[in-house]
Every structure is written in C-alpha cells, then in structure tokens.
C-alpha cells in the first residue's frame, strides 16, 4: 500500500510524490483547514491543541486524514507498514488516535526537525482506529517532509515511535521496516549491488526502482517539468488494478496519486478511479484563524466529462454545520469502537460459542 517519494532539489524546488493503493475506492477529498482550529487526541482528551498552521489534506471517508501539506511546506503521509505494533495504550501518556495523527503534526510544525524534537520528546503512543473497510486494526508508518528537503519516518514496532531522520531518506514503502528496506535495496544495480532493477509490485520493489529513479532526474527547467518528472517516478510504482491479493492490503491497487510541491505550496492530485487531474496552489487558499473548514468534493466531481479540471483552488465549499457534526460523530464512534477492542473481541467470542461454527 503506497510508495512516498522526495526530490529535494528540483532547480531550487522541493517535490513529493506518493500513491495511494488500497483495495477499495477510499472515496477521498480535499478538506482546508484553518488556523486557530480547537482539536484533541481522539483517545481520552488529555492531549488537547489549538491549530497553528492552516493545512490542506487528502482524507479517507472524509473522517481520516491520509495526506496532506499546511501552509509552511510541511507535509506528511500515511502508508500501510504490516508489522506496526502500538503496544498496550498507557493512560498516563501522550496518546493519539490514527483519526488525527497526521492532523497534529500538519497543525503543529513547520519543519521536519521540529516534529522529529516533539516526537523523541513526548515518546506519543498511537491509538489505533477500527476501519470500516473490514480490517479491524490499520497498522500504518509515517512520513514527513518538509520545504528544506529534509524527511523523516516515524514507525512503531515495540509501541514506541522509532525514527529514521535523514535528508537522504527519500524513499519509502511498505514492508519491512525501513532499517531492513535501507539494507535490502544495496542489492540492486545502481544501489550498490548487482541485482538487476526489479519490476514487480513488491514494497522492496518499488522501494528499489523509486531510490533508483530519482537519482537519476536531469534539473527540469519548469516546475510543470519538475511535477511531470515526479509524475513518472511515482506512476513506475504504482500498482495496476487486478484481483486483490487475499490478506494483503499492501499489495493493492492505486487508486490516487499526488505530486507535492513545498515550496511553492501547489498540491496536485490525479484519481486513477475517477480519472482527472487537478491541483491547488495552497497561497490562493484563506487559512485564517475564523475562517471556513472547506471541502473540495473529488468524489461526486472529479470525471473526465463535465467535472473538476485544472487550478481548483477556488471550488471548495462549505458543507455546512450539520454534515460536519455527522462526519465528528462518525470519527467518534470509530475512535470509541477502538478503544472498546478487547471487549469487542470477548463479545465476538461469546456470540461465536452461541450459534457455533458456519458450515461448510
């Protein structure tokens, strides 16, 4: 599920890619949020924020931010990493939901450096989220970048954050953890082995060809150059709709793409399900403090025929105060079910007792 690329020196330009592959339509749009925004953990409210950057950010049933960048450059990415392990949730510490995990960096931090300070300070544990689309538990990793070049990963293994901060950690994808995926991809040629360039849709794959590919970028002369090259790295990775690979969420479709350029702020967007290209320059975007939650709805709009095309930064509207109290109390009652997981499971066990096996 997903491959995040960064081209930290694109003639004076710093560019992301990343796709986004899961085995179903995420029905995703663009939300703008401003600053001043009143926001708490998602678990037991102890840790409580108010938003001091505006961010526009890719969501997954409007209720979970997957992606996005605020108005300092910064950015960050949600991918799939299987072997993410949160630990048992401590009461006393910090804590947030995945619902909000990347929200509080976009609203946080301007810089990478700063969120890598917060995170190795505050050890925050993650709460995970129950997911709609069948998989109990997401496990996911982190990626951040921001407009100097500089990148980070954040991932949980033993139910602590560990970091992989590094201005030469460009690339990341899925499995395994980014120690082993650092190690692996010296195998390939021109990575610093010998092993031809791989062509499957493996995450130690893409990982390869995505490390080998950026490297390997003449200076564009146009930052439409610069978005069309990042373009091509990220559509060498992508993954072509097929039969979904039973118990692996990571090897799925794509389902969309964006190119990010932080520095000057332009957040393009290609759906491969709805299939359109568009993109927003976040500098014709109000993120002041009292301004409108705006959303840019892809869903409905976005088609090849009559729909969104081209600048969008001006086509997002308000959806007013009764669907955003729909969508917090959808968010709420994900956030609740995860915290209720092991009686969950104990029910499930009891019912399963009651009525026996299902036949074959």
């Known amino acids: 599920m997903c491959t995040r690329v960064v081209w930290p020196d694109a003639n004076g330009a710093v560019l992301v890619g990343r796709n986004m592959d899961f085995r179903m339509d995420l029905l995703t749009n663009l939300w703008k949020y401003p600053r001043g ?15 001091k950057y505006g961010s526009l950010v890719a969501t997954a049933f409007d209720l979970v ?5 605020n108005e300092k450059g910064f950015a960050g990415h949600i991918l799939w990493l299987a072997e993410s392990e949160y630990g048992k949730p401590d009461t006393d510490a910090t ?12 609203d946080n931090f ?5 969120a890598v300070e917060w995170t190795r300070q505050s050890q925050v544990q993650i709460a995970q989220l129950f997911d709609p689309t069948g998989n109990l538990v997401p496990t996911l990793h ?5 407009a100097t070049g500089d990148s980070a990963i954040i991932e949980y293994t033993d139910g602590l954050p560990t970091i992989y901060h590094s201005r030469d950690y460009k690339v990341m994808t899925n499995s395994p953890t980014y120690d082993q995926q650092l190690e692996l991809v010296k195998e390939f040629e021109g990575l610093g082995g010998e092993k031809p360039l791989p062509g499957s849709t493996l995450a130690t794959d893409r990982f390869a060809r995505a490390s080998y590919y950026v490297e390997r970028q003449e200076q564009p002369a146009t930052q439409l150059a610069a978005i069309a090259a990042m373009f091509s790295i990220i559509r060498n990775v992508a993954q072509p709709f097929r039969t979904p690979d039973p118990g692996k969420p990571d090897a799925s479709q794509t389902i969309w793409q964006v190119v990010l350029d932080l520095t000057n702020r332009r957040y393009v967007f290609e759906s491969t399900t709805r299939p359109g290209i568009v993109w927003v320059d976040l500098d014709e975007l109000s993120f002041s403090e009292g301004s409108k939650v705006l959303r840019l709805d892809l869903v409905g709009r976005l088609a090849l025929e ?12 308000d959806v007013g105060e009764f669907a955003s109290e729909v969508l917090a109390t959808g968010r709420k009652a994900l956030e609740f079910i995860a915290t209720r997981q092991a009686e969950f499971a104990v029910i499930q066990q009891a019912v399963q007792s009651l009525v026996g096996k299902k036949r074959e």
Not at 95 to 106: D, F, G, M, R
Not at 110 to 114: C, L, N, R
Not at 308 to 314: E, H, K
Request: glycine share 12%; net charge negative; aromatic share 10%.
């Open 306 to 317: 009559g729909g969104l095309a081209g600048n969008v930064s001006r086509s997002f509207s």
């Open 95 to 106: 804590q947030l939901s995945q619902a909000v995990w990347l929200q509080y960096y976009l």
């Open 142 to 146: 982190l990626a951040l970048d921001d």
């Open 65 to 69: 931010g997957t992606d996005g960048m």
């Open 37 to 51: 925004m009143k926001r708490t953990d998602g678990v037991h409210g102890k840790l409580n924020w108010t938003s």
């Open 110 to 114: 301007a810089t990478v450096e700063e």
